[in-house]
């Protein structure tokens, strides 16, 4: 019996020991390495030429303005994307609830952006955005709207990239809310009917509440996703133009090869917003699990 | 219950059959582990398969080295790149070169670093000529001058515009391959059409690529010239105005405060202005810039020697090659990738041979540089009959070659990879968002000072 | 009367659909278009949407860029090999975030959730110092055990285990089910759509993954399919956009299958299943 408790004591400990022995390897040890390169002025290929430079790295991060354009960059893509795609995936849910073979073969559709590799999505929208012989402009022009320089001027290069971020999101989200409001028994729309409710009513007393774990879990995951936002990025635009687009994780990669130890120090402080972000989301979330 | 059944078996089945993946793959992993790092790490593939055989197998008992040769060269390039390595290793009974695609210049540099702190670095490795100076700095590269003097070779065997980065503190660290330059190349039909000479000169240049624009309407249908989006081509131009990138103090710019930047940037704008200049986008610009020119959308294109071949066999106009025009002097920077032996090789002598066979046997390189559009880098070979022959059917390739009298890189740095990122943002400021020349290059200028001086 | 109008509303309904659908689905058409161009057609300007004649020898200049063979059977080992390592990992850890109270909890799972967000891009040199250490840069292992904990994965399952009514639990644990079985035979089960959702997520993105590979590989006998389509494109000169596109679309393939068998789980089990 004693034996008994004591394996119930160790039992959660053994069934995450494994998860947790992949994250100590591949997380927080990469992590710990890099702490310790924030502190050099680090030679990656001759150790014997790193220099201890103390809080230098940091110093230069937080006087220049590169880095805060950077954070705001990856903030505005982050509000932007989530916020946008959880609307248009929502609606998009709605408009393809009902059951039918065109649903099913439209959702299936527009899951397509999600798994075509970025290089061919990415060259699509090259095509399509170019200035002065693309399809946005020639669509943009026949509407008597002036033509925009998309990704070739720094005012709507991010917008630009957070266009087809979205494009490319709201299929998979689509996806899980329509996953979602499938699972509402049909009962209590049923008894929203006899009372002769609006549609809109139903959908903002009804639906929603009934979703919103789903849709909260979105927005944990999305935000997260977007705030280390790459590959997009490096393929449409190279963080351009003149640092428009320049996210943080772009930021730090830029400095891989020439100054690791400056990169590092980013990589700390990336690490050290996101932490913020994480502890923020996790008392959000506990609470959250309570009213369940 | 039915349902409960059914979920179950088909988890069952997705379990299952991914299982006997992983168990698949940890065979093939053992396998690898078990030859070793000479057999499994080759290119030939079968070999892994073959490998799970008993491990009793003795290697065989002639000494065979294998060369790690790491290279950036991937489609048509790569193929003629497997050919010489085969005819290498089919001569040299002793050594196994293995060559193999680590990405584009830059992610071989990344690699090469990491793996170089790690010890599993390659013997050999092709390096973008702008990062030697930096691999040379960490003491990672071999110096080659007492094998070369050995081998009775000598430095000027080799064509003077491309040893640019080759030679630090004395040492001989990299040697030319596959090297290319700017080059104008030209739609001479349009420019006959419109009885226009090929321009030499910077206002020659203005005059004719102005005169070549067609608009319908507001829209410009036919522009005169286009560059892909690079530091290559404001860094050739502002050598041609007779600056210089780094100041030879190498603390500062040397382009800013004798207004030689705003000079150049300020034609590149008048031209954007007007409509005779189409600036590509930055991504995947070489393409677009290509794709006009082929389309017969631009008449004039700097653009790389490396495109000759391609362009040649795609367009259907006269089409043909001339230096970069000249504004007080002709000038262009040099590009593409250097051989260098790491330091820590511990098969020096056959990296060494399989370094001075590349470079000066006839079987080496020469084909390579035939095939590729690459320019020949040492004197013996530009006199060979094989490229004196081809020169003569196509002459476009010459004159790529005899541009090599002006070339000078004055871009040389330790640091010139960070200063690059900058120098980009600086473009792009200019190029695409217009904004005030001087006071971006000064933005420019104390950037680099910052990174110059660290 | 009252009718026709509604068949408008339901054909104009319809046609929205179509057109939406064809707006996602436009670069994958653009990549077989681009993928059975000429050399020439790709370098039009503007481009050419529809190819004179389909040059179905692309896929075979293609495949002939490479070991191809080696590439894909590369990169289902990974990919399976992620999945399989993944779910073993994930499944008992997510049970015991959503069904044990233990100390140091709030730690276990604040690190599962940092592990989610920190990108490889910043971690994957001290990683790659590590692997080499342990003398695994010439496997495929390099490509396999980064992956091994899916916090993400771990993350979506806890939310849907936690909404497993404890009474299940309860009468399964009073007819002596172990706590394997309980998994096994409840949570397992019950938690299908999740499984499916995280399973196509991950194949995907590892499938498709050219970073890592990249960086974790130097020889061509363990690489995936990602790099050997890389290999394709022109080192200098014209892009040749048709054969990688070609490259592209056999990339494609696998994925379009994997989505068609999971979307259907995703989409069914949600359907069906009573959890709420």
Redesign the interface.
Same mark, same amino acid.
Do not use: C, H
């Given at each position: 019996m004693a034996n008994r408790t004591t394996w119930d004591r160790i039992r959660p400990y053994v069934m995450i020991a494994p998860a947790m022995a992949g994250i100590l390897t591949f997380v927080i040890y990469p992590m710990g390495y890099l702490i310790y390169l924030s502190f050099y002025k680090y030679n990656l290929m001759n150790r014997a030429k790193s220099k201890y430079v103390e809080f230098d790295n940091y110093k230069q991060i937080f006087t220049r303005g590169d880095f805060y354009k950077a954070l705001g960059n990856t903030l505005v893509y982050t509000v932007g994307v989530v916020a946008l795609t959880m609307i248009l995936a929502l609606l998009t849910a709605l408009w393809l609830k009902r059951n039918t073979r065109l649903n099913a073969i439209i959702q299936g559709g527009i899951f397509i952006p999600h798994i075509v590799s970025i290089v061919s999505v990415s060259l699509v929208w090259l095509w399509m955005m170019e200035p002065s012989h693309g399809m946005l402009n020639a669509l943009l022009r026949s509407l008597g709207i002036p033509p925009s320089h998309w990704l070739q001027s720094s005012r709507t290069a991010l917008v630009s990239v957070i266009i087809v971020a979205v494009w490319q999101a709201i299929g998979y989200y689509a996806l899980i809310i329509s996953a979602a409001l499938r699972n509402v028994s049909p009962s209590i729309y049923e008894a929203a009917a006899l009372d002769n409710a609006s549609r809109a009513k139903v959908f903002f007393r009804i639906t929603l509440p009934l979703i919103s774990p789903q849709l909260f879990f979105i927005l944990v995951i999305m935000t997260i996703g977007s705030f280390k936002v790459f590959d997009i990025v490096q393929i449409m635009t190279g963080g351009g133009p003149n640092d428009a687009t320049t996210t943080l994780v772009y930021y730090i990669y830029s400095y891989r090869t020439t100054n690791i130890g400056y990169a590092a120090a980013s990589g700390v402080t990336l690490m050290a917003i996101i932490g913020l972000l994480t502890f923020v989301y996790f008392r959000l979330l506990s609470r959250k699990v309570h009213y369940q | 219950m039915k349902r409960m059944t059914n979920m179950k078996s088909s988890l069952g089945l997705i379990l299952i059959t991914a299982m006997m993946v992983l168990i698949l793959a940890a065979c093939g992993n053992s396998a690898n582990d078990n030859s070793g790092n000479n057999a499994a790490a080759s290119s030939t593939p079968p070999a892994s398969e073959s490998a799970s055989a008993p491990a009793s197998s003795e290697p065989a008992s002639t000494e065979k080295t294998t060369i790690q040769f790491w290279h950036s060269l991937s489609g048509k390039n790569a193929e003629y790149m497997d050919a010489l390595l085969k005819r290498f290793n089919d001569s040299h009974p002793n050594i196994e070169v293995v060559g193999t695609f680590q990405g584009t210049y830059d992610e071989t540099v990344t690699k090469l670093q990491q793996s170089i702190a790690s010890n599993t670095g390659p013997d050999v490795t092709m390096l973008e000529r702008a990062y030697v100076e930096m691999f040379a700095d960490a003491d990672a590269l071999e110096d080659m001058n007492p094998m070369l003097t050995a081998s009775g070779m000598s430095q000027d065997d080799f064509i003077p515009g491309l040893m640019g980065h080759s030679v630090f503190n004395d040492k001989l660290l990299a040697l030319p391959l596959n090297r290319s330059t700017p080059i104008l190349h030209v739609n001479k039909t349009l420019l006959d059409a419109k009885g226009i000479a090929i321009p030499t000169n910077w206002d020659e240049m203005k005059k004719a690529a102005n005169a070549l624009v067609v608009k319908s309407g507001n829209e410009v249908t036919q522009y005169g010239l286009t560059m892909p989006y690079d530091t290559w081509y404001p860094i050739a131009m502002i050598t041609q105005d007779g600056g210089k990138f780094f100041s030879d103090d190498k603390k500062t710019i040397d382009f800013f405060d004798n207004g030689i930047g705003e000079d150049v940037f300020g034609y590149l704008k008048d031209l954007q202005k007007s409509g005779a200049l189409f600036y590509p986008p930055t991504q995947d610009s070489g393409t677009v810039a290509n794709q006009l020119f082929t389309s017969g959308k631009v008449a004039m294109m700097f653009q790389s020697t490396g495109s000759i071949g391609g362009l040649a066999s795609e367009v259907d106009f006269d089409y043909v090659t001339a230096f970069l025009p000249q504004n007080k002097q002709y000038a262009n920077p040099t590009g593409g990738g250097n051989v260098a032996m790491l330091a820590s090789s511990k098969n020096k002598e056959a990296a060494w041979e399989f370094i001075r066979w590349l470079e000066t046997d006839p079987q080496g390189s020469l084909a390579f540089i035939l095939q590729s559009g690459y320019l020949p880098f040492t004197k013996a070979m530009s006199e060979s009959k094989e490229i004196q022959d081809l020169w003569a059917k196509e002459p476009n390739r010459k004159v790529a070659f005899d541009q090599l009298q002006y070339a000078v890189d004055t871009n040389k740095s330790v640091v010139w990879p960070e200063v690059m990122n900058e120098f980009n943002s600086a473009i792009q400021a200019i190029m695409y968002d217009s904004k005030d020349i001087k006071s971006t290059l000064a933005t420019f200028k104390k950037e680099a000072e910052r990174i110059l001086g660290q | 009367m009252k009718r026709m109008e509604f068949n408008y509303g339901r054909w104009l309904g319809?046609i929205l659909?179509?057109a939406?659908?064809?707006f996602?689905? !436009?670069? !994958?058409l653009?990549?077989l278009s681009?993928a059975l161009q000429t050399?020439?057609e790709t370098? @039009? =300007?503007?481009?050419v949407w529809i190819p004179a004649s389909p040059q179905w020898d692309n896929f075979v200049r293609a495949m002939n860029?490479g070991?191809f063979a /080696?590439y894909a059977? &590369?990169s289902?080992?990974?990919t399976? @090999?992620i999945?399989?390592?993944q =779910?073993?990992?994930?499944i008992?850890?997510a %049970?015991?975030?959503a069904k %044990?109270s233990?100390v140091g909890?709030?730690l276990? !799972?604040?690190?599962?959730?940092?592990?989610?967000?920190?990108?490889t +891009?910043?971690?994957f040199?001290?990683?790659?110092?590590?692997l080499?250490?342990w003398g695994l840069? #010439?496997?495929?292992?390099p490509q396999?055990?980064?992956f091994?904990?899916n916090? !993400?994965g771990?993350?979506?399952l806890r939310?849907y285990f936690? +909404?497993i009514p404890q009474e299940l639990i309860e009468s399964a644990k009073l007819d002596n089910a172990t706590?394997f079985k309980l998994i096994w #035979?409840i949570m397992?089960?019950m938690s #299908?759509?999740a499984?499916a959702?995280i399973?196509l997520f991950s194949f995907?993105s590892h499938w &498709?993954d050219y970073?890592w590979p990249?960086?974790m590989t130097? @020889?061509? *006998?363990?690489r995936p399919l990602?790099l050997g389509i890389?290999?394709?494109?022109?080192?200098?000169? /014209?892009? &040749?956009?048709h054969?990688?596109?070609a490259g592209?679309a056999v990339?494609?393939g696998p994925?379009?299958v994997v989505?068609?068998f999971f979307?259907r789980?995703?989409?069914r089990?949600?359907?069906? *299943?009573g959890?709420?």
């Open positions: - | - | 319809v659909k179509i939406m659908g064809l996602f689905i !436009f670069p !994958f653009w990549m681009t050399l020439k370098l @039009s =300007f503007p481009p860029g070991p /080696i059977k &590369n289902l080992i990974i399976g @090999s999945i399989v390592l =779910f073993l990992i994930m008992p850890a %049970y015991a975030f %044990y233990f909890k709030p276990f !799972f604040g690190m599962t959730l940092l592990a989610f967000m920190i990108p +891009q910043v971690t040199i001290p990683v790659y110092l590590l080499a250490d840069i #010439r496997t495929l292992w396999i055990i980064p091994m904990t916090a !993400f771990i993350f979506l939310q936690m +909404q706590e #035979r397992i089960p #299908r759509p499984l959702t399973a995907v &498709n970073f990249l960086v130097d @020889s061509v *006998s363990i990602t890389a290999a394709l494109k022109e080192t200098e000169g /014209i892009t &040749n956009w054969v990688i596109m592209n990339l494609v994925i379009l989505y068609a979307s789980q995703i989409v089990a949600f359907v069906y *299943s959890i709420k």
